[in-house]
């Protein structure tokens, strides 16, 4: 299985990126996809997770300005970024588990695929 993001990159703050993750095989198969980041220095945290059959997850600091989405189609996950801020400067990876997103809050040292991350840089 392979995952691989694009669309990250330096923006302004207030600005928007959108992030995308294109699978290798079906999404489908995942029971649920999100996204992560790391800032320079920091612990890796959970951003959005999406599932077909739980809540979609958002972390406290991205609500109402992150949103995550997915193309079945397209074997793709998106996750849409506005009103960026200096703080969500981060390497941002997206992930899949087969199993689910309480799976993925608990702990992200079990996930079946990672991608190899893209970085968004937001300047103040």
């Known amino acids: 299985v392979q995952l691989v993001e694009s669309g990250g990159g330096l923006v302004q703050a207030g600005g928007s990126l959108r992030l995308s993750c294109a699978a290798s095989?079906?999404?489908?198969?995942?029971?649920?996809m999100g996204w992560y980041r790391q800032p320079p220095g920091k612990e890796r945290e959970l951003v959005a997770a999406d599932s077909s059959v739980e809540s979609t997850y958002y972390a406290d600091a991205v609500k109402g300005r992150f949103t995550i989405s997915r193309d079945n189609a397209k074997n793709t996950l998106y996750l849409q970024m506005n009103s960026l801020k200096p703080d969500d400067t981060a390497m941002y990876y997206c992930?899949?588990?087969?199993?689910?997103?309480?799976?993925?809050?608990?702990?992200?040292?079990?996930?079946?695929?990672w991608g190899q991350g893209t970085l968004v840089t937001v300047s103040s």
């Open positions: 992930a899949g588990t087969y199993s689910t997103i309480a799976a993925m809050r608990a702990a992200d040292n079990t996930l079946d695929a």
């Open positions: 095989v079906n999404i489908f198969s995942f029971g649920a």
